[in-house]
């Protein structure tokens, strides 16, 4: 019996304690985060969730805009939004007692971004230049330019325009915003120099005196220049528009000469002065050295009085043979046998005939057809025109050869194109396969 009744006992109990614990409900707590990935809010953006839900045994998600829009995992995977605009991500938790939860968070989703920019170039590359930008960004709302050497330096416009005077290579820095994150693109431009105008000029060795008429070969030293006006001596008409041109004075005293130099941004102007002198007509050389024979290679044996130099055997095939006056031709070191020979009559002796060679008359022995030029009558020549009475006719005998026994030896010429001249020999030289004679040369600058 008494069994009987602590087993009545402990039924009744255990139904009490069952009784308690089907009215005591367990509570949920909800609660989440999200983590926008890289703090990147411009499409595609990804966002992480991390639940903190207690008390809960399913969940419902769902993604307002999101490539998936629900999902039932506790810790739902990684969502992504391609589109811009505001979102909610909302959690509906539940538990077995039928407890139900709710918790949103709204989430906005910038336009994509991208930082870029081109520009349209007012006329060519030469300082200065402006440019105005095109602004090619996109899902921005703020622009901040920096223009390195430009006017202005920084600009908050969206499409502004910018000149640049300094020439070089400099930055153009595109910083975008919309109110979260920044995005910077950076280009270059480069600047050619602003034009500089300059020019100077050469002559012929035959017009380095400087006597009237004078050819001068204008060098233009210009940059960044499209066209050219030159302008003599005040005229009001160019007498060329050449780059370089050239050009002869015939005006004795100042000559004036003016360049006008253009491009599509200014117009410059530079003028320079040229002093003529009067024609003498005369060219005179002094101390000029003549090899012999076997010196044709390394000392020279040919004369020109244009380019004004003794040109070698090497030399003379790479110039205009009827630059070449006359030769000379000295068979050795003891000096018994020399001749001055025409430039066309140098193959009769042991030269390579001249290509282009013009004939000169040439009297190495004035002694023996009679003397017109003395040493003294050299000396004393300081213009072409004193060579106007020499008559220079070529003779057998007056071609004849000579030998190293008369002093300050005269020997007249006369060129193709009618200009008469005189070499004096000043001395004569023994070195051996390498000797030379030493002359003084006048020559008219062209036939008087």
Known sequence: MKTKLIYIFLIIGLFILQSCASEESVG????????????????????????????????????????????????????VYTKPGTYTIKLLASN???????????????????????????????????????????????????FEYGNPITSTEENPVVTFNKSGTHKIKLTIGNGREEYTTE?????????SVDFDWSVDFIDEDYETPVKLYLNNLTTQA?????????????????????????????????????????????????????????LTFNHIKLGINTAHTSIGSFFSSQLGKVVNQSDVNNIDGSLIDFAYFGLSSTFDYNEFLSPDEVQ????????????????????????????????????????????????????????NQVQNRVILFETADGRKGAIKVTDYVQNGKESFIIVSIKIQKSKS
Request: net charge neutral; aromatic share 8%; proline share 2%.
């Open 348 to 403: 009769t002796k042991s030269f390579n005939a001249i290509k282009n060679s013009i004939h000169t008359k040439v009297v190495n022995s004035q002694e023996l057809v009679g003397i017109q030029l003395s040493s003294q009558q050299f000396d004393a020549i300081n213009k072409g025109n004193d060579f106007s009475q020499l008559i220079v006719t070529e003779s057998t005998r007056g071609k004849t050869p000579f030998d």
């Open 28 to 79: 949920i707590n909800i609660d989440f985060d999200i983590t926008v990935q890289n703090n990147d809010y411009s499409v595609p953006v990804k966002v992480d969730i991390k639940n903190k839900t207690t008390g809960a045994d399913t969940f419902n998600w769902s993604f307002d805009g999101a490539t998936e829009v629900v999902s039932t995992q506790r810790n739902p995977k990684t969502i």
């Open 226 to 282: 499209t066209s050219y006006q030159w302008f003599l001596n005040n005229s009001s008409t160019a007498f060329s528009t050449l780059q370089n041109p050239t050009i002869v004075l015939k005006n004795i005293g100042t000559n004036t000469i003016k360049l006008i130099a253009k491009n599509d941004k200014e117009e410059k102007i530079i003028e320079k002065n040229v002093e003529i002198k009067a024609n003498k007509n005369l």
């Open 96 to 146: 077995k007692d039928g407890i139900k939860e709710e918790k949103s968070i709204e989430i906005k989703i910038d336009a994509a971004m991208q930082a870029n920019f081109d520009w349209e170039q007012e006329g060519s590359d030469i300082a200065p230049v402006k440019i105005k930008l095109n602004n090619l960004s996109k899902g921005a709302i703020s622009y901040y330019w920096e």
């Open 187 to 195: 280009k270059t431009i480069t600047i050619k120099d602003a034009m």
